[in-house]
């Protein structure tokens, strides 16, 4: 079972991170500052780091550079608000394997994360995945149905990839947001039925079913 070490200052993403990945199966350990963070890698044991840069009394850069220079050569995701080219070559170049900017989705970070967990001699992850007649590249973010190839926007990819990854689970309105929309959503909002609506309408009107009181499930 793989341990990782999430370094986030800001509470409510932390907890988010640590309840999406706890629920995929892994251990963690939350840290809020830069100190704390390089203390628990230097003593081993974790398999993975998400990093935010913006950490207190040592940022995030700092702490991969003391990381690296101390041969801990744990994969490290960069989760940071800082979109610029140069924060992401930055990190990269500091010895970081992967970057991430925040809003994010907590399926795309868990993909991250298998990702650079995944032996060398492992089998490459399926790229297309299929429920019936309905399949997603996830290449070429593209679905496919009876009625030839479609086009989606890259929120109705999203939900389509949720579904295909859950077939037959009833998902809530809650997960389906904290999924696709990331941690910054509105709960009492009713997006996720809009944009079930019109996946509906590309894909086939009876292959997502609602399941009154409950959810979504892909039929």
């Not at 509470?11 to 995929?24: C, M, P, Y």
């Not at 998902?171 to 609506?197: A, C, K, M, T």
């Not at 009181?213 to 039929?219: D, T």
């Given at each position: 079972?793989?341990?990782?070490?999430?370094?986030?200052?800001?509470?409510?993403?932390?907890?988010?991170?640590?309840?999406?990945?706890?629920?995929?199966?892994?251990?963690?350990?939350?840290?809020?500052?830069?100190?704390?963070?390089?203390?628990?890698?230097?003593?081993?044991?974790?398999?993975?780091?998400?990093?935010?840069?913006?950490?207190?009394?040592?940022?995030?850069?700092?702490?991969?550079?003391a990381m690296r220079q101390a041969r801990v050569n744990t994969?490290?995701?960069?989760?940071?608000?800082?979109?610029?080219?140069?924060?992401?070559?930055?990190?990269?170049?500091?010895?970081?394997?992967?970057?991430?900017?925040?809003?994010?989705?907590?399926?795309?970070?868990?993909?991250?994360?298998?990702?650079?967990?995944?032996?060398?001699?492992?089998?490459?992850?399926?790229?297309?995945?299929?429920?019936?007649?309905?399949?997603?590249?996830?290449?070429?973010?593209?679905?496919?149905?009876?009625?030839?190839?479609?086009?989606?926007?890259a929120r109705e990819f999203a939900l389509l990839e949720l579904?295909?990854?859950?077939?037959?689970?009833?998902?809530?309105?809650?997960?389906?947001?904290?999924?696709?929309?990331?941690?910054?959503?509105?709960?009492?909002?009713?997006?996720?039925?809009?944009?079930?609506?019109?996946?509906?309408?590309?894909?086939g009107q009876d292959h997502i079913v609602t399941v009154r009181?409950?959810?979504?499930?892909?039929?």
């Open positions: 079972m793989s341990r990782i070490l999430i370094a986030e200052d800001e509470q409510r993403i932390a907890s988010f991170v640590e309840k999406g990945l706890r629920a995929n199966g892994f251990v963690t350990t939350v840290v809020g500052d830069g100190d704390a963070a390089l203390a628990h890698v230097v003593a081993g044991g974790f398999d993975l780091v998400v990093l935010d840069l913006g950490l207190p009394r040592r940022d995030g850069f700092a702490v991969l550079q994969p490290v995701i960069i989760l940071t608000a800082r979109g610029s080219v140069n924060d992401t070559v930055a990190g990269l170049e500091g010895g970081a394997d992967d970057y991430m900017t925040k809003p994010f989705r907590f399926e795309e970070l868990l993909a991250r994360v298998r990702l650079r967990l995944r032996p060398a001699d492992r089998t490459p992850e399926v790229t297309v995945l299929r429920n019936g007649p309905v399949s997603l590249d996830l290449r070429t973010r593209r679905a496919e149905t009876p009625e030839g190839m479609v086009d989606l926007t579904f295909l990854r859950h077939p037959g689970q009833v998902l809530s309105r809650e997960q389906i947001l904290s999924h696709v929309w990331g941690y910054d959503f509105d709960p009492g909002s009713n997006v996720v039925d809009v944009y079930v609506r019109t996946l509906r309408r590309k894909i009181g409950m959810g979504y499930r892909l039929g």
